[in-house]
């Protein structure tokens, strides 16, 4: 961490020429079940990641947003005037998108400088884009003394102004769990959401070290997008079948309810749709259960069945996730599966910590009989939410090196 928070902070003097007020960081997230069903009303069970992205901040006299991207090494602007769908486009609308959503629910903000940088991989899967929304609008929290980071519902107003700008400015169709992870999950937990509550949530003890497991990271280096249109068809179908079954969201239905849906929906394809989000909103509560009593065999399984249903009734995996997860599973893992929107991007698998070396090099030979990208497998834990990085954390001298 301190590398990069020092990073930040010394490119932010040598581009700004001034010293930043403060250096705050965001995580990317892992869902470890509950995928396609946050906008459906239904439950999630994300973590933290380690890798977060770093803002070094001040703020400006105008309502310039000026932002230095250390890891594609350039600089971007734009009032927050000029803030609308769709503008600005690429990166720059995550950050500017989420000081302008603040500003639209009413705090004080203006214009910011920062230097941002980031250890989340992008297209991975991995939210590399809500751990860019929450850094930002922890600085400005921080910056313009908003208070947002002070407690779990002050937390909630900045997921709302996070997720606005990634709905309303990138104009990705999100349903909240990514920014809801980077800036509500607690260390050593896994974080339960229910979306039909308003997004309440509650801490789940997930301990994998001290039981001698380890979650892997099985990066596929297939680019993962949100934009492209898969993810908002998915979205559509779900919100139709809805309509047919005569409910507000398809939470309000149950695995007990799924025959009585599929026999009212005449399209085969919506049809299975439904049964992977009924299945997998169930698939979440006997995870948080066995978690609760430490059954780390039944979440494997778990995380089994999601992918499978994941791969043929929500069709958003790829070849190159299902070879990490078969690969995984080979090696030794008790469960592995897809994580994140799908159509490429991560796969995780939970494993004794003693066969990780071997899923990686199944991973990676897997792969490379198929010609693929070297994929990048890593292991990781729970960890916390967006936070302010302190002072004696920021090191400085050879933080470029």
Same mark, same amino acid.
């Given at each position: ?123 991975? !899967? #991995?939210?590399?884009? $809500?751990?860019?929304?929450?850094? *930002? =609008?922890? %600085?400005?929290?921080?910056? +313009?003394?908003? @208070? ?27 349903? !909240? #769990?990514?920014?809801? $992870?980077?800036?509500?999950?607690? *260390? =050593?937990? %896994?974080?339960?959401?229910? +979306?039909?509550? @308003? ?32 993810? $908002? ?7 139709? %079948? ?160």
């Amino acid at each position: 961490m301190g590398n990069l928070a020092g990073r930040a902070q010394q490119r932010f003097e040598e581009i700004f020429d001034r010293e930043p007020e403060g250096i705050w960081a965001a995580p990317g997230r892992v869902n470890l079940i509950g995928e396609h069903t946050d906008y459906n009303g239904g439950l999630c069970l994300p973590i933290a990641l380690p890798q977060r992205t770093y803002a070094a901040a001040a703020p400006r006299t105008d309502d310039i947003i000026r932002v230095a991207s250390l890891d594609f090494d350039t600089i971007a602007q734009i009032d927050l005037a000029q803030v609308s769908p769709g503008v600005p486009s690429g990166w720059l609308g995550y950050v500017a998108g989420t000081i302008w959503a603040l500003r639209e629910f009413g705090f004080l903000v203006h214009g910011l400088d920062l230097a941002i940088t980031s250890e989340v991989p992008i297209g991975a !899967g #991995l939210s590399s884009s $809500a751990a860019l929304e929450a850094a *930002a =609008g922890a %600085a400005a929290s921080g910056i +313009f003394d908003l @208070g947002l980071l002070r407690d779990d519902t002050a937390r909630t107003t900045l997921v709302e102004a996070c997720r606005r700008a990634e709905n309303y400015i990138v104009e990705a169709p999100t349903g !909240g #769990l990514d920014q809801t $992870a980077s800036i509500r999950c607690q *260390a =050593g937990h %896994a974080l339960l959401i229910d +979306f039909a509550e @308003g997004a309440s949530a509650s801490p789940i003890p997930f301990d994998t070290a001290g039981h001698g497991l380890s979650l892997v990271v099985m990066d596929t280096r297939a680019e993962h997008k949100l934009v492209d249109g898969q993810y $908002a068809q998915r979205r559509e179908s779900c919100e139709q %079948a809805a309509k047919v079954l005569g409910v507000d969201l398809l939470s309000q239905l149950t695995v007990s309810d799924l025959d009585w849906a599929l026999a009212r929906l005449e399209d085969e394809t919506t049809g299975r749709r439904v049964r992977h989000v009924l299945t997998e909103i169930e698939r979440v509560r006997q995870c948080c259960a066995a978690l609760e009593v430490d059954d780390f065999a039944t979440v494997g399984e778990l995380f089994n069945a999601s992918h499978a249903s994941l791969r043929d009734d929500y069709e958003v995996s790829c070849p190159e996730l299902d070879t990490a997860v078969e690969a995984a599973t080979r090696a030794g893992a008790l469960g592995a599966r897809m994580t994140g929107g799908g159509f490429g991007g991560s796969a995780i698998a939970l494993a004794p910590a003693d066969r990780v070396h071997e899923i990686t090099q199944s991973v990676e030979q897997a792969f490379a009989a198929q010609g693929w990208n070297t994929p990048s497998v890593f292991a990781v834990q729970a960890c916390g939410p967006a936070h302010r990085v302190a002072d004696e954390d920021i090191l400085t001298d050879g933080a470029d090196k």
